[in-house]
Structure formats: structure tokens, C-alpha cells
């Protein structure tokens, strides 16, 4: 592989917390053992085609800023195997296992669909070669169903028919070339599924499109053999006022209603959740309850602005509670770490691209580290668990096994007169137990 574009930097190592090494990881540490299996395999850490090898800075009151020597050229099918190049350095000299993509990152919109699927096939046969040559592997595959003029009404949820099926189209090819990739997963982000005006839009047919499309999808996984999970990635809003697929609870809520939870799981965002009003531990609660934690998305927003910033995530707190969720719901199997995350504006140097992961690898490793001790030192588990002994023994378990009645309650708190016993929530208690290994 050519290893120009990145000449000063070389592979990453893991130099311990003492390290003042800004190229070096000081807490991801890939072989060390958490909780019985390598940090490498609990993270599944993913660098994304998108934010990384495309993005270029700039915002919507500025130009793009970044030093970027792969994105000079004409945006031709020559330039995206140049481009796929560098992803590949790039990725593996931050010693990533994954990557990810959406088609239309990877190879230049033709004039047709059938010039866009050709120039698809070329570049993707690039990746198959280089997976090879450096062991890096998809973690998940999608289609880039939003940036082209045709969805501006959306794709799935289009008010026109023919648009649909420009993104069914889509979808099929990248799904082919996930699975011929090796794809862990496939991901659904309906960046414009949803809408800006209730004036123009009939919601309800929408939504049938949207279930009809996901019917579609995996009868067409099926026929292809692909045994990867299909990933939905909820996000309330923006480029829309509102997206069908707004949260966690409402994903599942449509995955039930149109009778494919059994063929999904979510694929959690930081600053989706965010957007949405919620932490990310209440999206991953909601979603491991219902045995859907698929993968994570991990970036984080800025406190201030109101909108998807992509930040890399560097707050100890959130990857500590993300680390808890996903260790008490078993951990990553086809999903993993994936950083859709993007460096400031201002961060415009190319070894920032660098910093930034090791950053967000480092927060991570802490986070895992961290909840693996609050899991093993016990006390905040142990404090759920004892908060709910009533429902152990006597009424309490009555009621959960189904074995209680309405009137069954009144005696038992006729008999009482009041209730006794109420203790504290102690949560000052537990953020101090938790901030103990942080
Ligand atoms: C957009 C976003 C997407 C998806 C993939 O907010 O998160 O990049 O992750 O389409
Ligand atoms: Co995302």
C-alpha cells in the first residue's frame, strides 16, 4: 500500500498514562484483559469515511479549513481510490480494527444511477484489496440517502414513488457490497425521513412507505445470504424538524408496529440523544431492555449550541456510563465503537485527525476501565437491587408473578394504614461512588 499521506506519523502505540506523547494512547491499551475479554474486543473501535477522509471544515459560515491532500483532484473515480488509500493508512496506523462508510463517501455520484453503481463497483473493489492487505474490516455499511437534490423530500418517505425507488436501489447495492465486504452490520440513518411541515405531509402513509422499505430490505438481506443485524440510527431532528425515527423508544415503537424487530437493532448516537433530550444511558437503557443494543455512534455535542457538532468524545462521565450499559447488557457482538465524530474547525492540522481518535479511544478505554471497577467494587449495583426488595417476597412478588388482583392490594394496604419504611434515594451517594473512579 502507498503510505504517502500521512509520512509523519507512524502507528500508534500504547505508551501508558504517564506518556506525554500527544501521538500515543495512554489508556487504550488493545491486549490488556477488561472483565475477561481484550480492550480491543470490547470497544470494536470504527473510524468513519464520512467525517474523516470527506470532511473539510468548513460550516455553513465558512469555507472548509483543513489540510486534506487527499481531497485535492476533481472528485473523480481516480481520486477516490486515492482517497481510499489514505483511509486505510490512516486507520491503521491508529491501529482502528474497523471502518465504515456510506456508499456515496466512497465513490462520486454518476450522472445515472447505473454510472453511480459502476463507479461504486470500482472503488469498493479498492476496499475489498485493501481490507485485505491490512486487516481492517467494515463494521457496517449504509446508503448516503440525503445529500442529493432528488431526496430533498426524502427518500423511503418521499411523497413521490420514483424517489423511493432511487433509494431502494441504493440501499441494495451498498447492502450487496456490505456483505461482499465482509459487513459486521447494516445501518439505516433516515436523514430525511421525516418531515418540516405537517401542512404538506401525510404522516401515516409515510410511515407505511418507511415500514414497506425496511420489508423490502430484509427480504432482499435474506436472498442475499447477509446474516449481519440491520442498524436503525434514531435522531430526532435536523436536516428535519422532525424524524420518524426520532429516539430509541420510538424506533421500537415502529420496528413493533411493523413487525420487524426481530430483524433490527439500534445503532445509538451521542449527540443524537442529546438532540432528542436524552442522555445516552437512557438511550441504551431503553434499547438493551428491549434486547436491541446493536452499536454506538460516539461523538458528543458542545453544552452550548443546540445542534449535531460530532465532537469527539473526551468526557469521562458519558463513556463511563455508556461503558456501564453496554458491559451490563453483554457487550458488542456485530456493533461496536464507531466514531462518527469530526474535529473542530479550527482543529485544521492533519496529525489533529490523529489527536482527536487517540482522544476518543483514550476516553473510552477510561470508561471501560472505570465501569469495570464500579461493576466489580458493587456498591451502585447492590443499592438497585436492595431498593426493590419489597418486590422479592410476599405482595410484591404476588403482583410481578401476575398472581395479584386490584383487590388483593386494597386488603394488603387496608392492613397496613400507611406506609412505613421509605428510604432515600442517596443519589449525591452514588454520583460520589461513581466520581471515585473517574
Ligand atoms: C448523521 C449521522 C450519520 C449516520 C450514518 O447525523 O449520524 O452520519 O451515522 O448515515
Ligand atoms: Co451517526
Known amino acids: 500500500m502507498s503510505k504517502k499521506y500521512f ?3 507512524g502507528n500508534i502505540q500504547f505508551e501508558g498514562a504517564q506518556s506525554r506523547n500527544p501521538l500515543a494512547f ?3 491499551n488493545p491486549a490488556e484483559i477488561v472483565e475477561g475479554k481484550t480492550m480491543k474486543d470490547h470497544m470494536r473501535f470504527a473510524v468513519v469515511y464520512w ?7 468548513g460550516d455553513m459560515f465558512g469555507w472548509g479549513t483543513a489540510e486534506r491532500p487527499w481531497q485535492t483532484g ?8 486515492a482517497r481510499a488509500q489514505a483511509m486505510f493508512e490512516f486507520t491503521s496506523k491508529l491501529g482502528a480494527p474497523f471502518y465504515c462508510w456510506h456508499d456515496r463517501d466512497v465513490a462520486p455520484h454518476g450522472k445515472t444511477l447505473a454510472e453511480s453503481n459502476k463507479n461504486f463497483d470500482t472503488v469498493a473493489k479498492e476496499l475489498k484489496k485493501l481490507q485485505a492487505d491490512t486487516g481492517i474490516r467494515l463494521l457496517w455499511g449504509t446508503a448516503q440517502n440525503f445529500v442529493h437534490p432528488r431526496y430533498l423530500h426524502g427518500a423511503a418517505t418521499s411523497c413521490n414513488a420514483d424517489v423511493f425507488c432511487f433509494a431502494a436501489a441504493q440501499v441494495k447495492k451498498a447492502l450487496e457490497w456490505t456483505h461482499e465486504l465482509g459487513g459486521s452490520g447494516y445501518v439505516f440513518w433516515g436523514g430525511r425521513e421525516g418531515y418540516s411541515t405537517l401542512m404538506n405531509t401525510d404522516m ?17 438481506k435474506k436472498k442475499l445470504g447477509f446474516k449481519g443485524p440491520f442498524f436503525i440510527e434514531p435522531k430526532p431532528k435536523e436536516p428535519t424538524r422532525h424524524q420518524y425515527d426520532s429516539d ?16 433490527f437493532q439500534l445503532n445509538l448516537e451521542v449527540n443524537h440523544a442529546w438532540l432528542a433530550g436524552k442522555t445516552m444511558e437512557h438511550e441504551l437503557e431503553v434499547a438493551g431492555a428491549a434486547g436491541a443494543l446493536g452499536s454506538i455512534d460516539a461523538n458528543m455535542g458542545d453544552y452550548f449550541l443546540g445542534w449535531d457538532t460530532d465532537q469527539f468524545p473526551t468526557d469521562l462521565y458519558l463513556t463511563t456510563q455508556t461503558m456501564l450499559r453496554v458491559l451490563k447488557y453483554g457487550g458488542f457482538t456485530a456493533g461496536g465503537v464507531n466514531f462518527d465524530a469530526k474535529v473542530r474547525r479550527e482543529s485544521f492540522q492533519l496529525d489533529d485527525l490523529f489527536i482527536a481518535h487517540i482522544a476518543g479511544m483514550d476516553a473510552f478505554a477510561r470508561g471501560l476501565k472505570a465501569a469495570a471497577a464500579i461493576r466489580k467494587d458493587g456498591r451502585i449495583s447492590e443499592f438497585v437491587k436492595n431498593r426493590y426488595r419489597t418486590w422479592d417476597s410476599g405482595i410484591g412478588a404476588k403482583i410481578e408473578s401476575g398472581a395479584a388482583t386490584f383487590a388483593d392490594c386494597e386488603k394488603h394496604a387496608l392492613k397496613l394504614g400507611e406506609v412505613s419504611g421509605l428510604e432515600s434515594g442517596r443519589q449525591e451517594l452514588l454520583e460520589s461512588i461513581l466520581n471515585e473512579y473517574i
Do not use: S, W
Request: charged letters at 25%.
Open 7 to 9: 509520512p509523519k506519523v
Open 26 to 28: 495512554k489508556h487504550y
Open 51 to 57: 467525517h474523516t477522509m470527506r470532511g473539510n471544515g
Open 248 to 263: 430509541a423508544a420510538a424506533c421500537l415503537n415502529f420496528l413493533r408496529e411493523y413487525h420487524l424487530l426481530e430483524h
Open 204 to 220: 401515516k402513509r409515510e410511515m407505511d412507505h418507511l415500514g414497506r422499505f425496511m420489508h423490502m430490505a430484509v427480504d432482499y
Open 74 to 81: 476533481e472528485g473523480n473515480v481516480k481520486q477516490a481510490i
